[in-house]
């Protein structure tokens, strides 16, 4: 297998650059006070796409209401915009968006890529024949068409058995065969709302995005989005996970884990810092007590993805 250097990778992002234009994204979760996690994605996507006098765009993936905390999505981007953050465009926001999802998938029922699905979660694991990506593997029950008068509850992806195979900008080759690994899956949900994996592939879509550059926990879902890519005819983005940071109970910082790696106006620039130094970008220790505008520059004119360390870790705010 051949290794590039991270010189290599630089040039490689920075020449992709010189023949079309790099459009990146940020698409924050509302479900919670923007923490240490977001704010890698949203610094990471943010340095790769303007280092190279691209566009950053920002969405709101705020398609499971139930999940969504009210008011979350205006305090981060009034965060954002204190730490500096400028986004190109209009913010889009998921929840504006059903009547798109829809016509997508009537697409690809029209294509014959969809199927109806009657079964129920406990049903699936009953008969899942190992576990998969997702806890489980859908076995296929209804491909053929849903059983008796049994009533029709999401509507799933068909899938081969094949593997996908990705190069990921900081993990490297990614594999999943998604037959095996994961099964046929849903793009309408039993409740009536569409699927991450089916909105985040239309949305980047319909934004033009060049490149995709998010948390590490996404690797796995990526498979699934290139297929559905491949379904539509079009080509994939780019892709490059950002190293997962955990806090000291070893869980990954998130909004559930409690207050921790939180960002405020008033830590905004010693987490950028952080958010710096985790991403391996070694800013000089003159910039430590810099401003949050002051850091964000310095990013611009010296990001290397190349530097990312491959490596999901444990990170301390002590
Ligand atoms: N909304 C997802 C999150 O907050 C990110 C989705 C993506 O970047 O594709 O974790």
Known sequence: M????SADMDNLIKNASNSEPVIGRF???PTGPLHFGTLLAALGSYLQAKSCAGSWFL?????????VVPGAADAMLRLLEQLGFEWDGDIIYQSHRYKRYQQILDQLREQGEVFACSCSRKEILASAPHPGEEGFVYPGTCREGIRGSRSERAIRLRVPDEEIIYHDGIFGEQRQNLERDVGDFVLHRADGLFAYQ?????????????????????LLSTPRQIYLYRCLNLVPPDYFHLPLAFGNNGKKLSKRNGDMGLITRENGSNMLW????FLGQSPPEELFNSTPGELLCWGRENYHP???P?????????
């Not at 952080?274 to 130094?277: D, F, M, N």
């Open 310 to 318: 491959a490596e999901n870790r444990q990170i301390n705010f002590a």
């Open 198 to 218: 089916l909105a985040v592939v239309v949305d980047d879509i319909d934004a033009g995005i060049t490149q995709v550059v998010r948390g590490a926990d996404l």
């Open 59 to 67: 969405r709101i993936e705020d398609l499971d209401p139930p999940r």
């Open 306 to 308: 190349g530097k990312i």
């Open 27 to 29: 698409a924050p979760s």
């Open 274 to 277: 952080k958010g710096l130094v």
């Open 2 to 5: 051949l290794v590039a250097s």
